[in-house]
């Protein structure tokens, strides 16, 4: 499961503040352009208040959560797609990721130069998603004539791709985003293996004031970020960066007491990674008690055997079944042997779809 989602935006929004907030890398920061040449990678654990519980119930000598890795890119300016800045190691960085972080200025301080010279979420993001756009018509351009005479050939293959070229390309004219087209699934194969930048799925963040962190909305900038990402069917949260990496450093009490004062119940950061996480289509599947109660990251519509391997290849090779109890049934009734005694321990075999927050002890034979 060795996703992660790349953090982009223009110079001086907040991308490394955040980064440093989640990972707690330390990656170098400064108040002008490029401060990060080379992306910073970093893994963060999931947070999940369910291995607390299972745990409770079902003791272990350890927990372990599962993991996610975020990418800290080079900030984008206007022209990277014609390499200006550090454009095209901007590109080729982002190219390798799964998904996109967007980080959107949306707070005002007269000490942090803005490099359009005023705070402006909207021309922020169009920007950055104009130089993606230019940089993947330029993708499309360049298979779209090779294409075009194979699909003369009767190539079956080469028609489909081409049908899909030809619906992309005079939205990429327009500098729109790929992922604001519908594709039917065999579409979405095609449009997959084109490996283009904006169909990469995105969530907004709003780098929003400390003031505005119990009430996001209440930013005058955060309504005009959300509007633009409800077009592309697209998430946003608000986040203030500068003070999650100071509350980052707090331990859990003071972290706790911190967030209670603000009147929030959760921090953006574990908004952030919670968000994150299921973007790219990944849920959470539990095994518990002896050595460890551990969380696993698997895809949305795994199969048992499939989930199996993540653990180990063996459990998958000799896959024979899966005991599966539901966290909501264990949490429900207070320990296994109320589950089994409930008849919600269920057997499932090769067919089964894992679900999320399933606890599962897998029974193989190699």
Request: with cysteine; charged share 35%.
């Amino acid at each position: 499961m060795a996703l992660t989602a790349g953090i982009v935006g223009l110079p001086n929004v907040g991308k490394s503040t955040l980064f440093n907030a989640i990972t707690k890398a330390g990656a170098e920061m400064a108040n002008y352009p490029f401060a990060t040449i080379d992306p910073n990678v970093g893994m963060v654990e999931v947070p999940d208040k369910r291995l607390a519980r299972i745990d409770e119930v079902i003791p272990a000598k350890k927990i372990i959560h599962t993991t996610f890795e975020f990418t800290d890119i080079a900030g984008i300016v206007k022209g990277a797609s014609k390499g200006e800045g550090l454009g095209n190691k901007f590109l080729e960085n982002i190219r390798q990721v799964d998904a996109i972080v967007h980080v959107v200025r949306a707070f005002d301080d007269d000490n942090i130069t803005s490099v359009t010279g005023k705070v402006d979420p909207l021309e922020d993001i169009e920007t950055i998603n104009m130089e993606l756009s230019i940089a993947d018509l330029d993708s499309v351009n360049k298979r779209y004539t090779k294409v075009e005479k194979q699909a003369r050939s009767k190539d079956k293959e080469a028609i489909a791709e081409f049908e899909v070229l030809k619906k992309i390309k005079p939205v990429l004219e327009e500098g729109v985003s790929v992922r604001e087209i519908e594709f039917n699934e065999e579409e979405q194969k095609i449009v997959k293996g084109l490996f283009l930048l904006t169909s990469k799925p995105v969530l907004y963040v709003a780098n929003i004031a400390e003031d505005d962190m119990s009430d996001p909305e209440s930013s005058k900038y955060f309504k005009v970020i959300e509007d633009f990402a409800k077009k592309e069917n697209a998430e946003v949260i608000g986040v203030s960066a500068k003070t999650e990496e100071e509350i980052a450093e707090l331990d859990d009490d003071d972290r706790r007491d911190f967030l209670e004062a603000e009147g929030v119940s959760e921090s953006g950061l574990d908004k952030l990674i919670k968000a994150s996480y299921k973007l790219l289509g990944l849920r959470t599947f539990f095994t518990a008690g002896g050595k460890e109660t551990r969380a696993w990251t698997f895809h949305k519509g795994m199969k048992a055997p499939q989930v199996a391997g993540i653990i180990h290849s063996d459990f998958e090779r000799g896959f024979i079944r899966a005991e599966v109890m539901s966290f909501k049934d264990l949490d429900d009734c207070g320990s296994s042997a109320a589950v089994k005694e409930a008849g919600k321990l269920r057997l499932e075999g090769k067919d089964y779809e894992v679900q999320d927050g399933d606890i599962i002890e897998f029974r193989f034979n190699v």
